[in-house]
């Protein structure tokens, strides 16, 4: 069967079977869909034969509908966690009580959702259905009255595909047909509640099926406008990998796509927070604020300031975590934008560059990190591994040594009173001369540097002559001093500052100022994470640091094969 990157998928099933539906359903659509898949209700929409052309109709918001979204999204994780998927809200909408509204045209029947096809992100290019076949000969007429249901709803892509899909649900079929295939939109259908304007707060780092929940149904909530409040700066110190967050303008950007494609009838406002209340605590007009078992003590606290600000409190909304059937120890149960960012380490988060001045053997790694990021731990493991270890901070007291051009250099610039008795450099004086003043310790950099970057070379060009395949280029001033040129691939070790500066102070008995100042005189962690194609953190057991090294190290085989596989002329 063909692959495509985007498709929809039509849900059909009475919204009472749905829930038992959804794992196989999905499944099904994850073999013929690889990138995004839009979901689309419409519980009791008739495909088959003699029932005219269906055309798309307003459904109700009701507690089922809030609960097959959380549950889709659960499977979704479970099942297709690979796929970006989405639930439409455009046709979900309390119907109007006055007959004679415009929004039934007068008629009493309400008017069709989609007075024109809705756009999306991305054009579905096969649309999908659980819709049950009585007959399997009726299967092109289905397929074709599927196809312009959906054209009456969104922009597709011309020549639109559409695939009837066969779950094994042979026992559920036949309870389906006990009980007949209604409209589920009865008196046993509780319905919702809902609210001119709502309000969520988050980091929405890595768009995921619990933030997709809570976005999704604060949208069945809002009938007018929706607030998101998106952490920023100040908030995600604490954060768990928070180097590895997205940007604010990234996340913001997939906020407002997601939505858009949701429900674009709502006024959407995104801010960004510096405080944990931002507007919900200031802003007259909000109703209600959505908020789970984990958050409810904030949404309490946000109703304590409001009342202290003279505002009515808002309605809490409370929705289910999402579990995480792939947590590994060290996550969180629940689905978490923190577990998926532990998951990044030892991956490759962007491509190498092109390095084509470089020969392929040996494959090079420069390894860097803060001072107290384990780095060097990395590299011992590494090296275990086969790699060749290439520790510059010892190539670097090899300038230093007499005889050597730096050796002479240095003397000439900072003064023969750094020799010591057997003709070295005291290092340690040469620190104090150089400490806090910038351009003296440029001007260190700028003779040291460039001669330990030819150590490192000549160490490669041995390890070349040796025939090794890998080297780890050990080196806390690796992106600092421009090395990059002479490596393949930059991996970069983080560590919480609080952490680093307590192993500092421990390690080479310094005070906690000393080894703060250590750190700020080095690039952030953020920053060598800009640079980085992989990364690692030293911060939990050694035995999860091994894990994360033995990834990257399998991982980077891949690689190697792949790229002297291309490199190699056709047979």
């Given at each position: 069967?063909?692959?495509?990157s985007?498709?929809?998928l039509?849900l059909?099933?009475?919204?009472?079977?749905?829930?038992?539906?959804i794992?196989p359903v999905?499944?099904?659509?994850?073999?013929?869909?690889?990138?995004?898949?839009?979901?689309?209700?419409?519980?009791?929409?008739?495909?088959?034969?003699?029932?005219?052309?269906?055309?798309p109709?307003?459904?109700p918001?009701?507690?089922d509908?809030?609960s097959?979204?959380?549950?889709?999204y659960?499977n979704?994780?479970?099942?297709?966690?690979?796929?970006?998927v989405r639930?439409?809200?455009?046709n979900?909408?309390?119907?109007?009580?006055?007959?004679?509204s415009p929004?039934?045209?007068?008629t009493?029947?309400?008017?069709?959702?989609?007075p024109s096809?809705?756009?999306?992100?991305?054009?579905?290019?096969?649309v999908?259905?659980?819709?049950a076949?009585?007959d399997p000969?009726?299967?092109?007429?289905?397929a074709?009255?599927?196809?312009r249901?959906?054209?009456?709803?969104?922009?597709?892509?011309?020549?639109?595909?559409?695939?009837?899909?066969?779950?094994?649900?042979q026992?559920l079929?036949?309870?389906?047909?006990?009980?007949?295939?209604?409209?589920?939109?009865?008196?046993?259908?509780?319905?919702?509640?809902?609210?001119?304007?709502?309000v969520?707060?988050g980091?929405f780092?890595r768009l995921h099926?619990?933030?997709?929940?809570?976005?999704?149904?604060?949208?069945?909530?809002?009938?007018?406008?929706?607030?998101?409040g998106?952490?920023?700066?100040?908030?995600?110190?604490?954060?768990?990998?928070?180097?590895l967050?997205?940007?604010?303008?990234?996340r913001?950007?997939?906020?407002?796509?997601?939505?858009q494609?949701?429900?674009?009838?709502?006024?959407y406002?995104?801010?960004?927070l510096?405080?944990?209340?931002?507007?919900?605590v200031i802003d007259?007009?909000?109703?209600c604020?959505?908020?789970?078992?984990?958050?409810?003590?904030?949404g309490?606290?946000?109703?304590?300031k409001?009342?202290?600000?003279?505002l009515?409190?808002?309605?809490?909304?409370?929705?289910?975590?999402?579990?995480?059937?792939?947590?590994?120890?060290?996550?969180?149960e629940?689905i978490?934008?923190?577990?998926l960012r532990?998951?990044?380490?030892?991956?490759?988060?962007?491509?190498?560059?092109n390095?084509?001045?470089?020969p392929?053997?040996?494959?090079?790694?420069?390894?860097?990190?803060?001072?107290?990021?384990?780095?060097?731990?990395i590299?011992?493991?590494?090296?275990?591994?086969?790699?060749?270890?290439i520790?510059?901070?010892?190539?670097g007291h090899?300038?230093?040594?007499p005889?050597?051009?730096?050796?002479?250099r240095?003397?000439?610039?900072?003064?023969?009173d750094?020799i010591?008795?057997?003709?070295?450099?005291?290092?340690?004086a040469?620190?104090?001369k150089?400490?806090?003043n910038?351009?003296r310790?440029?001007?260190?950099?700028d003779?040291?540097?460039?001669e330990?970057a030819?150590?490192?070379?000549?160490?490669?060009?041995?390890a070349?002559?040796?025939?090794?395949?890998?080297?780890v280029?050990d080196a806390?001033?690796?992106?600092e001093?421009g090395?990059?040129?002479?490596?393949h691939?930059v991996?970069v070790?983080v560590?919480p500052?609080e952490?680093a500066?307590?192993?500092i102070t421990?390690r080479d008995g310094?005070?906690?100022?000393?080894?703060?100042?250590?750190?700020?005189?080095?690039?952030?962690n953020t920053?060598?994470?800009?640079?980085?194609?992989v990364?690692?953190?030293?911060?939990?057991?050694p035995?999860?640091?091994?894990?994360q090294?033995?990834?990257?190290?399998d991982?980077l085989q891949?690689?190697?094969?792949?790229?002297?596989?291309?490199?190699?002329?056709?047979?």
């Amino acid at each position: 069967m063909s692959m495509f990157s985007t498709g929809i998928l039509v849900l059909t099933s009475p919204l009472h079977t749905l829930p038992l539906r959804i794992a196989p359903v999905l499944s099904s659509a994850a073999q013929v869909v690889e990138r995004t898949l839009y979901v689309h209700l419409h519980p009791g929409l008739n495909l088959g034969v003699g029932g005219g052309q269906p055309r798309p109709v307003f459904i109700p918001p009701v507690v089922d509908l809030s609960s097959l979204i959380t549950g889709l999204y659960s499977n979704a994780a479970n099942v297709c966690g690979h796929l970006d998927v989405r639930v439409l809200l455009t046709n979900v909408r309390a119907q109007p009580n006055n007959a004679s509204s415009p929004e039934t045209g007068g008629t009493g029947v309400a008017c069709n959702p989609f007075p024109s096809p809705q756009p999306l992100s991305h054009s579905p290019e096969v649309v999908l259905t659980d819709f049950a076949l009585q007959d399997p000969g009726q299967s092109p007429l289905v397929a074709q009255c599927l196809q312009r249901y959906t054209g009456y709803c969104y922009v597709c892509t011309p020549g639109l595909a559409s695939v009837l899909l066969h779950p094994q649900l042979q026992k559920l079929e036949e309870e389906v047909e006990k009980e007949g295939q209604k409209d589920d939109w009865d008196s046993r259908s509780e319905r919702m509640e809902t609210y001119s304007e709502v309000v969520v707060g988050g980091t929405f780092d890595r768009l995921h099926g619990a933030h997709k929940t809570l976005l999704n149904i604060s949208c069945l909530l809002a009938n007018k406008r929706f607030l998101i409040g998106v952490c920023d700066q100040e908030l995600l110190k604490k954060k768990v990998l928070k180097e590895l967050i997205e940007p604010y303008a990234l996340r913001v950007q997939r906020l407002h796509e997601f939505l858009q494609d949701v429900k674009p009838s709502l006024q959407y406002e995104i801010v960004p927070l510096s405080d944990p209340f931002g507007p919900s605590v200031i802003d007259p007009q909000l109703q209600c604020i959505v908020v789970s078992e984990e958050t409810r003590r904030g949404g309490e606290a946000v109703n304590k300031k409001r009342l202290e600000n003279g505002l009515p409190g808002l309605v809490l909304h409370e929705i289910q975590l999402l579990k995480d059937a792939h947590h590994t120890e060290m996550e969180e149960e629940k689905i978490s934008s923190s577990s998926l960012r532990s998951r990044l380490l030892g991956t490759l988060l962007t491509d190498p560059k092109n390095k084509s001045h470089l020969p392929l053997v040996p494959y090079v790694i420069g390894l860097t990190g803060s001072s107290g990021s384990g780095k060097s731990s990395i590299a011992q493991q590494l090296e275990a591994m086969g790699a060749v270890r290439i520790d510059s901070d010892q190539l670097g007291h090899e300038t230093y040594q007499p005889g050597e051009v730096a050796y002479n250099r240095v003397l000439e610039e900072f003064g023969s009173d750094l020799i010591n008795e057997d003709k070295t450099i005291n290092r340690r004086a040469l620190g104090r001369k150089v400490f806090g003043n910038k351009e003296r310790l440029k001007a260190l950099t700028d003779i040291v540097w460039p001669e330990i970057a030819l150590l490192v070379k000549e160490r490669i060009q041995q390890a070349r002559e040796e025939g090794k395949q890998v080297c780890v280029v050990d080196a806390a001033v690796l992106l600092e001093a421009g090395w990059t040129d002479i490596v393949h691939e930059v991996w970069v070790a983080v560590i919480p500052e609080e952490e680093a500066v307590s192993r500092i102070t421990a390690r080479d008995g310094v005070s906690q100022e000393d080894a703060v100042r250590r750190l700020q005189s080095q690039w952030p962690n953020t920053q060598q994470v800009e640079q980085a194609n992989v990364v690692l953190c030293t911060l939990w057991e050694p035995e999860i640091t091994q894990k994360q090294v033995r990834k990257a190290w399998d991982l980077l085989q891949k690689r190697i094969q792949q790229s002297r596989e291309g490199a190699k002329p056709p047979s």
